[in-house]
């Protein structure tokens, strides 16, 4: 291999965000345009990194390493399987959009605020390929800074508060999760995270580490009860924040659950699947009815993110259900949770991003300030329908494919689980139709809604390429499936082997 | 032929799609003329193609015809089996393919007259193209998912066309309400295929078929209560349908439907997408004729409807609501057919249905369009001099609704009330007693409205027959609305030509209601000796007595009978009870778990609790620090106190 295509994918965006951070103020240079060819770089190189993976076996691939730290077995070593390529692009894709879609929102501070964006994007790259548990643990805290910095200073309203308390609240949860990284890489005299795969740990250890797992991940996801911070972050993020929060900073949790606690600790997981299917359903179901009586648009999706993350960790955790089973069924319900993470994070990225058009125009986010926007934005409605019907997964939009795959997979561990998981049908209908109804439709409310502008430009293209993900995914979700098989058949075949001696 | 069936398929269902993105992208690029020429176009091309398809299967007599498009995804190795799009062209696809191809074309030409000069021109055909397209989907479908695809498309393309004039108020709830209940009903279609894939590991039509017995033989414990699984598959996609074809206690988006455009409302909600549940339960036939229960369920569920639906007609004044409660109760007919295993005659009027029913409504539209947008009948009458096409188209229509022969509802409605009273399944009674009671009603509220809307003594200023964009398809209907019955009759039943598609029912109540026939006269015959017949006129007699002779009896009866005329009037409180139930619980719910245990219990409390406390416990702690020698050396002794005593006391 010619070039180490995963680090550049992590490097040039740091590098060129620190780039645009230090010509912040010289005139000649167009940061936004900057920004933007960087990151459209990025979804090329991502686009290679997919054709040149080769589908046919589970093996790491695009493996670097560098020694780092060598007596302790802390090494900078990097590598994609068949999951976290997915994520790579996801992000490359998103922050493109993201960008694209904020061109104008963004009023001081541009080339900070654009900074901050390409580092957050390299640093979540690194997350998704570090096969080094310290290095997967330094990119993992890393992120925490750029967007508490987005939070906390292009945000809106109490910012200061919510980026204290998404800092403060994730923080807490990734402390344990370093202790158990360190036990694990202690007992095993190296830190890297496929060896962890092999070791062997008796029942209680496995237990605490679980734990420790699930605290740090199930704050990130956000699982109820530890939810409180994300509707507070997403309020008063700005649009791009909450689009690259929402879109794949949540899913460094389920992700975690999918790298850590399945394939390390699958004897815990199994013993612990039960209580996490019912924070599961309760996350489904519960917050959908909290969803319902939002007033504020970005609490709205925020909650509605819940309650699809829900259905990510039901579809992690269902396979231990099924223990004696062949593995078609688990590797439905794991694929679908896969699936569905990365449809959320287009569609909930292309809602945050349209409230924030909203918000960039009327300065509220307030459902009963707003009525009939569709009378002066037409084509912004009509995308935004796209989006709310793939949110609540109508066939024919990404939403559709992993919620299906899911609830199949769920009918046969148990009846009842999909009984509960299926009521997101109209669920998510209720609340997100009904938002629709309020804000789109009507007569216009204010001369301000009256003379609104549609959207145009960059706006349009970040809808247009969102929508047609949305709908391409929908339609036909092979490609993305069909390159998870042999790394779903590997990680089951280990979560599904105890690891007691 | 058979080499391009494919692409014959591929084509009827790209035509409308494309079509639809077409005009829906253009904006201002494209005139009012190329929006409709576009999709009517595209719409007239797939039904000449579907025409040849009927052609090929019923003339030509080839074999079904199954094929795989593209798989959606497939497992590989990972899980064996594959999740495809593709199509099954057979009698029954190719029935209803025609008959969708025919009426949204009609539809379309219509349309170019009815929304003329409406702001969201081009909106309404690109989202009726698009509807076409979701239809043909659904139909085309040799499997669940697909079906399901086009099941929720055309559920879409429901909404957005009930909440097509998005400003008016009682249009937008209407459509959420028709999307919200139909996802209730999905709930249990969804839950339904899953049960489907657990036992069978496939969506695929054949391979369902082909391992019915394995659901047949399994039973499930819920408790005490063991259930078939076959039996349970069934309830639960019934449950689907429930919600698409508008069955009680699901039917309460259909009336609130009607605030969408008229041509909708004839194309959606009377001839389409509302018969999309009668075409699924066709469709799965070989799976409910090894439920008793469920067919026993349907059975006594479309009956209730047929009749009780029908009643609400009586009462109601706005005339598309009318029109939507007959639709109600004639969906009621079509089930009580499938529940009584005469699936073929179920379908048989589902299409004789869509003619007669549609040039209802279109009906209707042209009577509203003549009147202004005015919906409310006793605005009406005497409209008969001023609207001759219209009245005339109407008139035909209403005897095909009332089944009078020769008209095209009696031979399929007639069909349906022998079946209910030939079948041996449990409620088969009760279900004769509905439907032939519900002979009665219809007769009653098709020439109460008939009555109200075009006699009387009425006068009116400026209200014309419109163009004949909107007559010419009046004039189709109503001539097939007169002979499809005639046409399809001997085809469809007598031959038995959907008998591929419908496997032969255990319970052959079709057989035995046809094997008396010979000759279209005797049957004609027979039927001035049956008691619907006699019921029918009973009805119109009825009508013409309190509607055209004395115009002030019905106001008197209300008031004599004011409790019944209420609880009609209401509708059986169905929607209040919802609201109450559904609507409002829920808002409550979601108040109190935001408030009280989100808000107050865990953020407060417990996250920004730990917060304060944390904080509490440092301000005690520095409290400590006083940094006066004095205080220090005063804890220190009691602490070394302390220590010795424990020391002591060891």
């Known amino acids: ?501 | 032929m058979f080499g391009h069936l494919t692409e014959i398929c591929l084509a009827i269902l790209l035509l409308p799609l494309f079509s639809a993105i077409i005009v829906g992208i253009s904006g201002r690029n494209m005139t009012i003329a190329g929006a409709h020429r576009i999709t009517t176009l595209s719409v007239g091309v797939t039904f000449i193609l579907s025409v040849l398809l009927a052609k090929s299967i019923f003339i030509d007599d080839f074999s079904t015809y199954n094929v795989n498009l593209y798989s959606w995804f497939s497992g590989r190795d990972i899980f064996p089996f594959a999740f495809h799009l593709g199509f099954m062209i057979d009698e029954l696809s190719v029935v209803m393919l025609v008959m969708v191809s025919l009426i949204s074309f009609l539809v379309h030409v219509y349309s170019i007259g009815y929304m003329s000069g409406d702001e969201g021109y081009k909106r309404f055909f690109a989202y009726i193209a698009f509807f076409t397209f979701a239809m043909y989907l659904l139909v085309l479908a040799n499997n669940f998912l697909q079906l399901f695809i086009g099941w929720e498309g055309v559920g879409v393309a429901s909404y957005l066309l009930i909440g097509f004039w998005f400003k008016k108020e009682s249009a937008i709830n209407g459509s959420l309400k028709a999307f919200l209940v139909n996802r209730v009903s999905d709930f249990g279609f969804i839950l339904g295929l899953a049960l489907i894939f657990s036992y069978v590991g496939s969506l695929d039509y054949q391979i369902i078929f082909a391992n019915k017995l394995r659901l047949a033989n399994h039973i499930i414990n819920f408790g005490s209560i063991e259930i078939s699984v076959i039996t349970l598959v069934c309830l639960l996609i019934f449950w689907g349908a429930m919600g698409k074809s508008a069955q009680m206690p699901l039917h309460v988006w259909l009336p609130e439907s009607m605030e969408g455009p008229t041509p909708i409302s004839a194309l959606i909600h009377a001839a389409t997408m509302v018969t999309a549940g009668v075409f699924m339960v066709a469709r799965m036939s070989p799976l409910f004729e090894l439920s008793e229960v469920a067919l026993s369920v349907i059975l006594i569920i479309g009956a209730t409807g047929a009749l009780f639906m029908g009643l609400i007609a009586i009462v109601m004044n706005d005339i598309k609501r009318v029109v939507a409660y007959s639709t109600l109760s004639q969906l009621g007919y079509m089930m009580v057919a499938m529940g009584t295993s005469a699936y073929t005659v179920g379908i048989f009027h589902l299409i004789t249905h869509a003619c007669f029913k549609a040039l209802l409504f279109l009906g209707a539209g042209s009577v509203i369009v003549a009147m202004h947008h005015e919906q409310d009948m006793t605005k009406m009458g005497g409209l008969r001099k001023y609207l001759p096409i219209t009245y005339w188209t109407c008139f035909i229509g209403s005897l095909a609704l009332v089944a009078l022969p020769p008209f095209a509802g009696f031979y399929s409605k007639d069909m349906i009330i022998q079946a209910a009273k030939a079948s041996n399944i449990f409620g088969a009674e009760y279900a004769y007693c509905c439907v032939l009671l519900g002979a009665l009603v219809t007769a009653i509220y098709t020439f109460r409205a008939f009555f109200m809307t075009f006699h009387g003594k009425v006068e009116h200023e400026n209200v014309q027959e419109p163009g004949f964009v909107i007559t010419v398809p009046l004039i189709i209907l109503a001539f097939l609305s007169i002979v499809i019955g005639f046409i399809l009759f001997e085809p469809m039943l007598i031959n038995n030509l959907l008998k591929e598609p419908i496997v032969t029912p255990l319970h052959n109540t079709l057989d035995s209601i046809t094997s008396s026939f010979n000759g279209h006269l005797p049957f004609i015959g027979h039927a001035f000796g049956t008691k619907v017949f006699w019921l029918t006129w009973l009805g119109i007699l009825i009508a013409f007595i309190f509607y055209y002779l004395y115009p002030n009896l019905p106001t008197f009866v209300s008031n004599r009978l004011s409790l019944i005329y209420s609880i009609l009037n209401n509708k059986y409180g169905f929607d209040t009870l919802y609201e109450i139930i559904f609507v409002r619980s829920s808002k409550f719910f979601g108040d109190i778990l935001t408030k009280i245990v989100d808000n107050l219990i865990i953020d407060f409390t417990l996250v920004d609790g730990l917060g304060v406390v944390t904080n509490k416990i440092g301000r005690l702690l520095s409290k400590l620090q006083t940094g006066l020698v004095s205080h220090y050396l005063s804890f220190m002794i009691v602490g070394t106190t302390l220590l010795f005593i424990w020391v002591i006391l060891r």
């Open chain 1, 1 to 501: 291999m010619d070039i180490p295509l995963l680090s550049v994918l992590i490097w040039l965006p740091i590098l060129g965000g620190v780039f645009v951070l230090s010509t912040g103020n010289i005139k000649q240079f167009d940061n936004r345009k900057i920004s933007m060819l960087i990151s459209f770089i990025t979804v090329l190189l991502s686009l290679s990194l997919y054709s040149q993976y080769e589908q046919s076996h589970h093996l790491w691939q695009f493996k670097e390493i560098l020694q780092w730290i060598p007596r302790v077995g802390i090494n900078y070593e990097l590598g994609v399987d068949g999951i976290s390529i997915l994520f790579v692009m996801l992000i490359c894709f998103m922050t493109f959009v993201t960008i694209l879609a904020t061109w104008n929102s963004i009023n001081h501070s541009v080339s900070q605020y654009l900074a901050s964006m390409l580092i957050l994007q390299g640093l979540l790259v690194g997350v998704f390929s570090s096969l080094n548990a310290i290095l997967f643990y330094i990119f993992w805290e890393a992120t925490l800074i750029p967007m508490y910095l987005i939070i906390g200073i292009w945000g809106s309203g109490n910012k200061i508060y919510a980026a204290q308390k998404f800092f403060i609240f994730t923080f807490f949860g990734s402390a344990l999760f370093l202790a158990a990284l360190i036990y694990l890489g202690v007992i095993n005299n190296t830190f890297n995270m496929i060896s962890f795969y092999s070791l062997k740990l008796e029942f209680f250890p496995q237990l605490i580490i679980f734990i420790a797992f699930l605290l740090g991940f199930a704050i990130k996801i956000p699982m109820w009860p530890v939810h409180t911070w994300l509707p507070h972050a997403h309020t008063e993020a700005p649009a791009g924040g909450s689009v690259i929060l929402a879109a794949v900073l949540l899913k460094m949790g389920a992700y975690g659950f999918l790298r850590f606690s399945l394939p390390i600790v699958p004897d815990a997981c199994n013993f612990f699947a039960w209580p996490m299917i019912i924070l599961s359903l309760i996350a489904i179901v519960y917050i959908a009815f909290v969803a319902l009586v939002q007033n504020d648009l970005k609490r709205l999706i925020a909650y509605s993110s819940i309650s699809h993350m829900g259905f990510v960790t039901l579809g992690c955790f269902l396979i231990f259900l099924m223990y004696g089973e062949s593995i078609s069924a688990k590797a439905l319900g794991l694929e679908g949770a896969i699936i569905i993470m990365i449809s959320h994070g287009f569609i909930s990225g292309a809602l945050f991003l349209g409230v924030g058009f909203i918000y960039d125009r009327l300065h509220t986010r307030s459902i009963k300030e707003l009525q009939g926007i569709a009378n002066s934005m037409p084509i912004f409605s009509s995308f935004f329908m796209l989006f709310a019907l793939a949110n609540i997964g109508v066939p024919g939009t990404s939403g559709f494919v992993g919620e299906f795959m899911v609830i199949l997979s769920a009918f046969q561990a148990n009846v009842w689980i999909a009984f509960f998981a299926a009521s997101t049908l109209f669920l998510s209908a209720a609340y997100t139709l009904w938002m629709y109804k309020r804000v789109i439709f009507g007569v216009a409310k204010s001369d301000s809604i009256v003379a609104l502008a549609d959207i145009h430009g960059m706006e349009l293209v970040a809808f247009i390429l969102l929508a047609f993900m949305v709908i391409w995914i929908g339609f036909y979700p092979a490609p993305i499936i069909e390159i998870m098989h042999t790394s779903i058949g590997n990680l089951l075949s280990i979560a599904s082997t105890s690891k007691i001696v």
